[in-house]
């Protein structure tokens, strides 16, 4: 069990190119992808994975990447983390599925024991596990309107919740989340978000709530809302950090309004954001938070974690399903919060902030075509406008991504714009590695911005 800790760590951590990007075997996988995969399932990087350690990912023709995307912010304490490895090996081989609610097990309370003491707030909390992002929330929305006996959902724009029936209700971006797929669920009403680079200049984080809060009164109706749900830094919609004291405006409305605040924090959570949780910077402390993504390393799990007496306010059975709270994944959370606490994983997300922040805002400075740099923690993003104006530059954020991908460094786009690129590696990852990928986004903007 413990050999997987003491082994070597076998995929060295750096860049290295064998053959042009994607190789021959690649290429032949995607020909095989083309006739049996769903042309509907998206793609962003053309090379097919072998293995993968720390921050590198190793492709079927022998080249290795730098991942700065964590397979969307969720292997945060790094690929094959040692810990992870070897107590979901012994869970495996234990047992790997009774169903929670059929045969109980103790990692699944000590999951949510955890989610306790690291989630804001010191008062009683309680979890129940779900499998994916979008069934979390979903079943947030379902434990606020049943806690409140009130049906209304508040949502921002640029939000982004999920893909499910009710989630892509919740969502904001038409394509490709929604489009063709309604009708939608009811009762869900969007209002506007605190998004500095695009508000009018010199609006603060309180007008902004201000200005939302009008919306919701006047629309809604303060006494029909359940739960407003935000993402307190936004994924999908573009890493959008609200101004401050936008959060904590809207958190205190809710406590006037009897709405629960529910913080949406499946891209933000566990460390990610250089804390916890996202919501620590500005002290806000939901009423019921949602966790996906970075909890147990790629092993599908999520939560929602709440105060205890919304938690059990919903009736005996009311909330549950086959596969949630999974034995293997909640080994594999278990592992991946101990793996965080011990190697400071948030101090980590912190460090690469210091080290990505400049070099991102020398490369604004010298290309002239991005229009902010923002972001939190080891969750960054530039957003890439036409030189001189704000007008969205979906366009050249595409060609520089793929430039990336071509040089071996794994980047990802956002933005209800499409024109954010966003950077979220894996915390582990060391500082001649970042170095080395930020280099090769250095080149290829210079390439992309030349060529135009
Ligand atoms: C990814 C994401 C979801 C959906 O999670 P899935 O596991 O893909 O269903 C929901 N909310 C946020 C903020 C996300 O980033």
Redesign the pocket.
């Known amino acids: 069990m413990t050999d997987v800790l003491a082994g070597p760590r076998s995929v060295p951590q750096e860049r290295r190119l064998v053959t042009e990007l994607p190789g021959p075997r690649s290429r032949e996988l995607a020909a095989r992808r083309a006739a049996a995969v769903s042309a509907a399932v998206g793609g962003t990087v053309p090379c097919y994975v072998e293995r993968a350690e720390g921050a590198v990912v190793v492709d079927v023709d022998g080249n290795a990447l730098i991942d700065l995307g964590a397979g969307?912010?969720v292997v945060n304490v790094g690929h094959a983390a040692p810990e992870v490895v070897a107590a979901v090996s012994d869970q495996v081989a234990a047992f790997s599925h009774t169903c929670f609610m059929v045969n109980p097990y103790e990692g699944y309370v000590a999951v949510c024991e955890e989610l306790a003491r690291i989630t804001p707030g010191d008062h009683a909390k309680k979890s129940a596990l779900f499998n994916?992002?979008?069934?979390?929330?979903e079943n947030a929305v379902k434990i606020a309107r049943h806690a409140t006996g009130r049906s209304a959902v508040v949502v921002f724009d640029h939000a982004?919740?999920?893909?499910?029936n009710l989630?892509m209700a919740l969502t904001a971006k038409n394509m490709p989340y929604k489009h063709g797929f309604g009708p939608f669920a009811s009762d869900i009403y969007r209002v506007p978000m605190s998004y500095p680079y695009r508000d009018e200049p010199g609006i603060s984080g309180a007008q902004a709530a201000a200005r939302a809060i009008a919306v919701i009164e006047a629309q809604v109706g303060a006494d029909e809302v359940a739960a407003v749900l935000i993402?307190p830094i936004?994924?999908?919609g573009g890493f959008v950090v609200p101004a401050d004291g936008f959060l904590p405006a809207i958190a205190d409305w809710c406590r006037q309004s009897g709405a629960l605040f529910v913080a949406?924090?499946?891209?933000?959570g566990f460390c990610r954001t250089g804390s916890w949780f996202a919501c620590e910077a500005e002290g806000v402390v939901p009423d019921l938070i949602?966790t996906?993504?970075g909890i147990a390393a790629g092993l599908p799990l999520?939560a929602v974690t709440g105060r205890a007496e919304i938690m059990d306010a919903v009736h005996t059975g009311g909330l549950g399903g086959t596969y949630g709270g999974n034995p293997v994944a909640c080994a594999a959370a278990l592992a991946t919060i101990r793996t965080m606490r011990e190697q400071d994983l948030a101090g980590a997300a912190r460090a690469i902030e210091a080290t990505m922040v400049p070099r991102l805002r020398a490369l604004a400075d010298r290309t002239g075509v991005i229009g902010d740099v923002r972001g939190r923690g080891a969750m960054l993003a530039v957003e890439l406008v036409r030189p001189g104006t704000t007008e969205p530059d979906a366009e050249l954020a595409g060609r520089i991504a793929k430039a990336c991908h071509a040089q071996g460094v794994i980047v990802l786009t956002a933005g209800t714009f499409g024109n954010v690129l966003r950077f979220l590696p894996p915390l582990v990852i060391g500082q001649e590695l970042l170095a080395d990928a930020l280099d090769v986004l250095d080149a290829a903007f210079a390439e992309q911005v030349a060529a135009r």
């Open positions: 969307i912010a994916s992002g979008a069934e979390a929330v982004y919740h999920g893909r499910t989630t993402e936004q994924g999908e949406d924090e499946i891209q933000t949602t996906a993504k999520s």
